[in-house]
């Protein structure tokens, strides 16, 4: 009960935005608004996320920041939380960055394995999760650890056909493509009939394209056109500048700059940039910090000699001192709603207004 006392609102009384029932939040206010214009949530349930980014441009911690916003609501009490950790690669501790009651709800496919090797192994993962009838937030990380049965099978005739001096047909990595499309294509109605969650993480891949297509694009990621395709919303992370801190005379890094882009969204149709969001080694995502950056970027907030001028919150003052006034007054959901107004005030703008309506 008391975990329960301590979870945030999300509705306020000033406010005219309503509790996103349909929304599972991301764990940040500006991606929220840049996938479905809510300040409180950004993934639909139902659907399947691409999640894609540079190395160490935060996109574990971003998916794992959607447990644990999650977990602060108790619309989400009844949600498995599973974490596909197909690559290795997460080495934070959990625990420290986004609490105890998030761990321990936190799950591995299987009891047997922390993560999948191939897709055929995420395919049998995912199918018990949905046969066990309770609604879940699955983050597959990543899709690029994973090969495909096939794909072995070939690599291992081919490396016995080079040690007799012969070469084999055909290319290492194709079947992969392959059944992940029959696999998207088989659970996206059950994952929707669910109101479940698959967050795909993929890493970003220079696209070496050698047919001098001017409009090809620079950089993809692995998968083909399956990934794409049955994504609800696809998310391009990028790793920005550096946090750095002066320590006995020298720049010290304690985090980055993560920088993004929602490329696909059929929550809005719309293609957004996503503020920019810091990254703190020992923190995690600091959405207090990306909020008001936004206001003062966006001049909602005006700054002058490092005086932040918040005025709905009759304050002045530098940015550090205006986080620790806005987290120890707990006006964290306030801020939300303010970034809110600031991000609908400049969509209102983009609208034509002006433009006669061709279909009445």
């Known amino acids: 009960m008391a975990e329960k006392k301590r979870r945030k609102k999300t509705r306020s009384k000033k406010s005219s935005v309503k509790k996103p029932e349909q929304l599972i939040p991301t764990g940040s206010t500006g991606l929220n608004n840049a996938l479905a214009d809510n300040p409180f949530g950004g993934y639909r349930k139902g659907t399947i996320v691409n999640l894609i980014g540079d190395s160490s ?115 290492y990595g194709q079947a992969k493509n392959i059944v992940s499309n029959q696999i998207l294509r088989q659970i996206k109605a059950q994952i929707k009939k669910t109101n479940s969650l698959l967050v795909v993480v993929s890493q970003v891949r220079d696209n070496m394209d050698t047919t001098g297509n001017p409009f090809a694009p620079k950089r993809r990621r692995a998968g083909g056109k399956a990934l794409r395709h049955y994504s609800w919303q696809e998310i391009w992370l990028m790793l920005g500048s550096k946090i750095q801190v002066q320590v006995k005379g020298k720049k010290r890094q304690i985090g980055i700059y993560c920088n993004g882009k929602v490329d696909k969204n059929r929550e809005t149709g719309k293609s957004r940039n996503v503020p920019s969001m810091p990254i703190y080694y020992d923190l995690g995502i600091d959405d207090v910090g990306s909020n008001i950056d936004y206001l003062v970027d966006e001049s909602f907030w005006s700054k002058s000699n490092g005086q932040i001028n918040a005025k709905e919150f009759s304050f002045k003052g530098s940015r550090d001192d205006l986080i620790k006034y806005v987290e120890e007054n707990g006006l964290e959901t306030e801020l939300q709603l303010i970034t809110h107004e600031c991000w609908k005030d400049i969509e209102d703008k983009l609208r034509l207004k002006s433009r006669k309506k061709r279909f009445e």
């Open 57 to 171: 441009a935060g996109k574990s911690l971003l998916a794992h920041t959607t447990f644990a916003a999650a977990n602060q609501m108790e619309e989400f009490d009844d949600y498995r939380f599973i974490f596909d950790d197909a690559e290795c690669g997460a080495d934070f501790d959990t625990e420290e960055m986004f609490g105890e009651s998030t761990a321990k709800r936190i799950e591995s496919p299987s009891e047997k394995e922390e993560g999948s090797d191939t897709v055929e192994d995420f395919q049998m993962h995912i199918g018990e999760a949905i046969k066990a009838g309770k609604p879940f937030i699955y983050i597959l990380d990543s899709f690029d650890g994973l090969s495909a049965d096939a794909d072995l099978k070939k690599a291992e005739e081919q490396n016995k056909s080079r040690k007799k001096g012969n070469e084999t047909s055909g290319t």
